[in-house]
């Protein structure tokens, strides 16, 4: 195996990314059904499409994990809902699927890859093209430390942080 550093760029716009997201974790980590059906419902006027992905995770997984990923959704959510244009240009299914597409390949293409450090390092490139790496790096660490979580099959997790990934995606390029 080839031996050498995998990089991950963390910059300075990470790091204050990393401050916001921690009252959100907070708030989410310990929200109350009113403020739930109050998030849910600025997701359904503002992005419906990504209502719909979040939703529709309930026909793949479990009840618990569902609800895990709804509260990823109100995460990401309350991440966006303040950034320029995000109330007013929606995501839209073409922008999606063209982003899951690119996804899916990438991931049948490291499954061909022999060398882990290579997976590793071309994972980390990747990676690095996301705009809101922080929050992506939030995702994937809920899914290590939420134990219904933890215990997903590791179908339901990839198609779950496949969508996560491609929505979190489709809101950076608005």
Same mark, same amino acid.
């Given at each position: ?74 995460? =990401? $959510?309350?991440? @966006? ?5 995000? %109330? ?5 299914? *073409?922008?999606?699927?063209? !982003? ?38 939030? =995702? $994937?660490?809920? @899914? ?5 979580? %933890? ?5 339901? *997790?990839?198609?779950?942080? !496949? ?12």
């Amino acid at each position: 195996m080839k031996q050498g550093k995998v990089i991950l760029d963390i910059s300075e716009s990470d790091k204050i990314e990393i401050e916001q997201l921690r009252p959100i974790l907070d708030n989410i980590n310990n929200i109350d059904l009113a403020t739930a059906d109050k998030i849910m419902d600025e997701i359904y006027h503002n992005q419906p499409f990504m209502l719909s992905v979040i939703l529709g995770f309930r026909f793949d997984l479990l009840p618990e994990e569902h609800g895990e990923v709804i509260k990823m959704g109100m995460i =990401i $959510w309350e991440f @966006f809902k303040d950034k320029n244009g995000i %109330k007013t240009k929606r995501v839209t299914q *073409k922008q999606f699927e063209r !982003l899951q597409k690119r996804n899916i390949y990438l991931l049948k293409y490291l499954e061909g890859e022999p060398d882990q450090f290579d997976k590793l390092n071309i994972t980390a490139i990747d990676m690095n093209k996301v705009k809101s790496k922080a929050l992506l790096s939030v =995702i $994937w660490f809920r @899914f290590e430390e939420i134990v219904s979580l %933890k215990m997903m099959t590791a179908k339901n *997790k990839g198609l779950a942080l !496949l969508g996560i990934k491609s929505l979190i995606e489709c809101l950076d390029e608005i």
